[in-house]
């Protein structure tokens, strides 16, 4: 056991860097589409409001489809999964806690579902906290 868990935690982290990475990059990919598109805010229209915020939310959501492809590549690649389809839909159950069960890896990789949760845990929050700062930003327009 202890063999597989070194194992796990050695092929789980890089992915786990790699999707902060992404993370990182996707942040900044929403920061900067909010910044250019600010001024639209300042009209008042809100139709306006409503493509800045759904822009937003299309990065994020993009970025965390990209991450659980990455857990699911991973997965495939270590022969859990015949069916690239069947590997994103474990990781998508992985990524955002779900833990279904209806699909399970085998016991060599198992630590590798809890490692992607933490992990999905840690990006979703991460995009909820970006989506957050572009509402308060509006909020406070609409305010001032």
Not at 61 to 74: E, F, P
Not at 118 to 129: E, F, H, P, R
């Amino acid at each position: 056991m202890n063999h597989d868990l070194l194992n796990n935690l050695l092929l789980g982290l890089p992915v786990m860097v790699g999707c902060l990475l992404l993370q990182a990059l996707l942040i900044s990919a929403a920061i900067s589409y909010y910044k250019q598109r600010e001024h639209r805010l300042n009209e008042g229209s809100y139709w306006n409001t409503s493509g800045v915020i759904t822009g937003v939310m299309m990065l994020l959501t993009v970025g965390n489809l990209a991450r659980i492809a990455l857990w699911a590549l991973l997965f495939r690649l270590l022969g859990e999964f015949e069916e690239y389809g069947d590997a994103f839909y474990h990781s998508a159950v992985n990524f955002a806690t779900l833990g279904y069960g209806d699909i399970v890896m085998s016991v060599r990789h198992r630590l590798l579902g809890p490692l992607e949760a933490v992990n999905g845990a840690l990006m979703i929050g991460a995009s909820t906290a970006t989506l957050m700062v572009a509402f308060q930003r509006l909020i406070q327009k609409a305010a001032g």
